[in-house]
């Protein structure tokens, strides 16, 4: 007896140290930056999104490893800001339900799930550069060092816009 109806649950995108990236999470974020108005090619965004998703995942295995905690108190006035600036972009706290698909409690837990996850990045950035101290001139030093043709060609880009009033 072979059942054919099996539904996938959940599915782990990539593990960065002791962090799960879920693909459910990703999707959701290319989701929302495609609702939000992002034009990108939907491989170029997945891309980016899942290397910043990467990046920030190892941010918080390093800050599980230092013990940094982010408590909710320190994320709570940016939270109410989020969630009423939210509000007042959607229209209403309905519109806001309705564009989300989602509770209220559901989109304040993702909001403030993101918030921590972003002020613990912080801090974990900010431990790892506290020390770090460079000057313009040692800058200048190091990219004269780098021979011309290992630098990569990087192409110029133009944008150009017309403001025309009859």
Same mark, same amino acid.
């Given at each position: 007896?072979?059942l ?15 962090? /799960?990236?879920?693909l459910? @999470? ?16 939907? @491989?170029?965004i ?19 490893? @230092?013990?940094?905690? /982010?408590?909710? #108190? ?23 339900? #309705?564009?989300?698909?989602k509770?209220? /409690?559901?989109?304040?837990? @993702? ?12 801090? /974990?950035?900010g ?38 009033? #009859?």
């Open positions: 007896f072979i054919n109806s099996q539904v996938l649950i959940e599915s782990i995108a990539a593990i960065a140290g002791n962090e /799960v990236i879920y459910s @999470d990703l999707e959701n974020t290319i989701a929302d930056l495609k609702r939000s108005g992002n034009k990108s090619p939907y @491989d170029q997945r891309c980016s999104v899942f290397q910043e998703m990467l990046i920030s995942k190892l941010f918080m295995d390093k800050a599980r490893i @230092d013990s940094i905690i /982010v408590t909710d #108190d320190a994320i709570e006035g940016d939270l109410n800001m989020r969630i009423n600036d939210a509000i007042r972009r959607a229209g209403s706290e309905e519109a806001l339900i #309705d564009y989300f698909k509770g209220m /409690v559901e989109i304040r837990r @993702d909001i403030k799930k993101s918030l921590i996850e972003q002020e613990t990045v912080r801090q /974990v950035q431990k790892i550069s506290e020390n770090i101290t460079i000057t313009p001139g040692a800058i200048k030093k190091y990219y004269a060092s780098i021979p011309k043709d290992s630098l990569p060609i990087i192409p110029a880009k133009y944008e150009i816009s017309i403001i025309q009033l #009859d």
